[in-house]
């Protein structure tokens, strides 16, 4: 089992910046991707961004290259994104995701919410 908490969510104006972390925990476990996920209020939710466990690829939503990173630190298993310049569609509830374990499968946190408003 793999349990997800995500931390660092408020409320921002444009052009702010917010970093957002998922702290990971559970029993010793493969890590295959993570990702960041989004849902805004009457949308379904869509993808943001992914990594590798080793890094060394990522991927991102069209509407967010350029301004979001993502990023991991394995030793104290946590995932990262980085968010600048953020607009106020990027108003949405934030879900981290790994897709982990033996046999491996999606496992998600409880969300953080991140609202771009003046």
């Known amino acids: 089992q793999v349990q997800l908490v995500e931390s660092g969510g408020g409320l921002v104006q444009p052009g702010g910046s917010l970093r957002l972390s998922c702290a990971a925990s559970?029993?010793?476990?493969?890590?295959?991707?993570m990702g960041w996920f989004r849902q805004a209020p009457g949308k379904q939710r869509e993808f943001v961004a992914t990594i590798t466990s080793s890094g060394a690829n990522t991927n991102y939503a069209n509407p967010v290259k350029g301004r979001f990173t993502i990023s991991r630190d394995n030793a104290n298993n946590t995932l990262y994104l980085q968010m600048n310049s953020l607009k106020p569609e990027d108003t949405a509830v934030y879900y981290c995701?790994?897709?982990?374990?033996?046999?491996?499968?999606?496992?998600w946190g409880q969300g953080t919410q991140v609202t771009v408003s003046s």
């Open positions: 559970g029993s010793p476990f493969k890590i295959y991707t």
């Open positions: 995701q790994y897709f982990a374990g033996n046999p491996p499968r999606n496992y």
